[in-house]
């Protein structure tokens, strides 16, 4: 006859076997494999969002209102930061929880606590003085091929080029119209290469700040996370030897 017993506390002394190997160390290995996948995850779509950020920056530097432009991307930059804050909230954390969960470990509710984000400061960037590389040369040269296009155009109107004081006032008035519309053109080429260059070295910036910031939070996390798993797996180490202490002597007896 089959002795039921028996075969209960036997396989009741496997599942405990079992559950000691699990608390033989490798949470730990599975902590850092899960911290290396978010950080992956992250990295993509921090490049993904700072990618299509700096296609719509392009946009509106070379467009319409840029006067908007920092504030506009520093707006941004801070949505990506809680992008990544949801993406290690709402992937990381209930994976590092199936560690535990696993193997039965008992920690706080809200364990693990996530450490909080810094968001990148970009708008800095922007308020850096720059100098436009040869703005002041080129413009030189500019102005001055503007000032003689109106000269060179008088003979295209039926009008000599050295038409005396006659033509003074015709000429000047060209000339002077053409240098406003020179100067105003590449005030505005220089204003916006300047603010593209100041774009991109915030976009830079913030792409260094977040991968920096995403490394500090998972070492943090790996720290403390780690540290409280050791803790829980030896308590439930503990229990789990009693336990089988416990059961020797009933399959002796049986």
């Given at each position: 006859m089959t002795d039921r017993y028996a075969d209960a506390v036997r396989a009741r002394r496997a599942e405990l076997r079992a559950e000691r190997a699990a608390l033989s160390g490798s949470h730990r290995v599975e902590l850092?494999?899960?911290?290396?996948?978010?950080?992956?995850?992250?990295?993509?779509l921090v490049a993904t969002a700072l990618r299509q950020l700096a296609r719509e920056v392009r946009e509106r530097?070379?467009?319409?209102?840029?006067?908007?432009?920092?504030?506009?991307?520093?707006?941004?930059?801070?949505?990506i930061s809680d992008a990544v804050d949801d993406e290690l909230s709402g992937a990381l954390v209930p994976a590092v929880r199936r560690i535990a969960g696993v193997r039965r470990l008992v920690l706080p509710d809200g364990w693990p606590e996530?450490?909080?984000?810094?968001?990148?400061?970009?708008?800095?960037?922007?308020?850096?003085?720059?100098?436009?590389?040869?703005a002041g040369a080129l413009e030189g040269i500019t102005l001055w091929r503007t000032a003689l296009v109106p000269?060179?155009?008088?003979?295209?109107?039926?009008?000599?080029?050295l038409g005396g004081p006659a033509l003074a006032p015709l000429a000047i008035g060209v000339t002077v119209a053409g240098l406003v519309v020179a100067v105003r053109h590449?005030?505005?080429?220089?204003?916006?290469a300047v603010l593209q260059r100041?774009?991109?070295?915030a976009l830079a910036a913030?792409?260094?700040?977040?991968?920096?910031?995403?490394?500090?939070?998972?070492?943090?996390?790996e720290r403390a996370a780690g540290a409280e798993l050791d803790d829980a797996v030896q308590r439930r180490r503990v229990v789990v030897e009693a336990e089988l202490r416990e059961l020797s002597p009933a399959v002796a007896g049986a």
């Open positions: 850092r494999s899960e911290l290396a996948l978010a950080r992956l995850a992250v990295a993509d530097v070379a467009g319409g209102d840029r006067t908007r432009v920092p504030a506009d991307v520093a707006t941004a930059v801070a949505a996530l450490p909080p984000s810094r968001t990148p400061a970009v708008e800095d960037v922007f308020a850096r003085p720059r100098t436009p590389l040869l000269v060179a155009a008088l003979p295209l109107l039926g009008l000599p080029v590449r005030r505005a080429h220089v204003e916006r100041a774009a991109d070295e913030a792409r260094a700040q977040l991968d920096a910031d995403v490394a500090r939070r998972l070492l943090e996390l």
